[in-house]
């Protein structure tokens, strides 16, 4: 009895050792920074085309709840962009086990969106001392979670931040209790079928969490940038409608994608376990959007 004890403690370390071992292949990164006290972990694409004499945009790619950055960048198929554009790509890692961003005050352990805000803050600050980083031009995006982070970036940093977007986004603090320096465009994209975060809105299968209506909350945050709240539709496919919101205050416009029969995915981008996340949409492509939306804003230094 005690060898076959023994021979089961052995072999539940060596699984749990190759567990371990079998993450951190998975969740590879490949820089690390401290910031409010916290070890902070991203993994950054250079294109080979950068060029240290010229001045080159930002784009910050967020994970959502549960996942990471590697599964991020397969996902979103951003390095392949940063290839073609010539810009650089950092996906920075969540915190706690799953990783996830904490967009929202949790009383058992406060501080969470200002650790969150920060840890971006120095991030751009520690690829602007290595990289020629063009301040002007950094673009925040993400899934699920990561576009809720993305949007409190726009509440919060919005003096460095020059534009966001949201994809499946959880939004689930007041962007109405925001007050930024300067209206941020912003750029959005929602799956009708979507069961992790509902179109629209309220608890979903897998979460018991106030979540918004998803075009109310895109026209409440139109009306947030003093935009023409009557948009006109840009796009119009079997499955996909486009609405822009234009004539905002600090040109700060909106754009919302609508999929038909999208679910909690990347439309345009590669495949999440459909039984788990419904469908990814290749009618439209998220991320090649996103840049187009990204690259017609600048702030002003």
Known sequence: MFRVLSYFLVVLSLLFVIGIILWFAINRTNGKIISGGETRRYLLYVPESYDPSEATPLVINIHGFAQWPANQMRVSQWNELADDKGFIVVYPSGMGFPLRWRVSEDPENPGGPEKEVAFISDLIDKLSDEYNIDSSHVYANGLSNGGGMSLLLACELSDRITAVGGVAG?????FGDCSPQRSVPAIFFHGKADQIVPYDGGPSERFELPFPNIPEFVHSYAQKNACDLIPRTV?????????????????ADVLFFSIEDGGHTWPGGSPLPERITGKTSQEIDATRLLWEFFQRFSIDL
């Open 235 to 251: 796009l119009k496919t079997a499955n996909v409608r486009g609405i822009y919101y234009s004539g905002c205050r600090d040109n």
């Open 170 to 174: 959880a939004y689930l603090f007041d």
